[in-house]
């Protein structure tokens, strides 16, 4: 990612200062789907920003691994985690993930809100552990026209084809799923 791009989230995550301490749930488009989503195991989040998808998955039992390109987001989350008591529990580290996943082992869950990057479905695929559960939701053409990082009708199911489908929906502009990897 470029250092502009880089700046523009530090800045926009300044702006918006820490995310609340009181207890998150899912992201709003996984409401109501929460038992698919592992409570124990390991959870990688891609684009982690402030930290509210490690305190919701850290307060559910998992071991969580977050990771954002903005050192000032990944500064709020660890206070974040500090302030609720989940230190021990979650851990944020800066990537870029234009340099592909970080290093690590397979994962229980890997949790993709509002990020999309094409080049890393397979990378996100290999990372699941067998039995493994992927929840992603981006933005979509679907209800709401073109657009650079919008997702194409369909694209979803069809980048994790190889995932059985537990849920999924695209409307109003916005495209998720919950997969999980064969054992």
């Given at each position: ?15 918006r200062?820490p995310?609340?301490?009181a207890?998150p ?31 919701w998955l ?6 969580y ?8 987001a990944?500064?709020l989350?660890?206070?974040l ?20 996943l970080?290093?690590?082992p ?11 990057d094409?080049?890393l479905d ?8 067998p ?5 992603t939701?981006?933005?979509s053409?679907?209800?709401?026209g ?10 979803l ?14 409307a ?12």
């Amino acid at each position: 990612m470029s250092e502009v791009d880089r700046a523009y989230w530090d800045a926009r995550y300044r702006d918006r200062g820490p995310a609340s301490s009181a207890a998150p749930g899912p992201p709003p488009v996984f409401s109501g789907y929460e038992h698919l989503i592992p409570g124990r195991g390991s959870a990688v989040e891609l684009a982690c920003g402030r930290g509210r998808g490690g305190i919701w998955l850290g307060s559910r039992g998992l071991t969580y691994f977050g990771v954002d390109v903005s050192p000032v987001a990944i500064d709020l989350a660890t206070r974040l985690a500090a302030d609720t008591g989940l230190a021990d529990q979650c851990r944020f580290e800066v990537h870029d993930l234009d340099l592909g996943l970080p290093m690590g082992p397979p994962a229980d869950l890997i949790l993709v809100y509002l990020f999309r990057d094409r080049r890393l479905d397979q990378a996100i695929i290999d990372r699941l552990a067998p039995g493994g559960v992927l929840a992603t939701a981006c933005l979509s053409e679907v209800g709401a026209g073109p657009g650079d990082f919008r997702a194409k009708p369909g694209e979803l199911k069809r980048s994790f084809d190889s995932l059985e489908f537990l849920a999924e929906g695209e409307a109003d502009g916005q495209a998720w799923l919950i997969g999980a990897k064969p054992e």
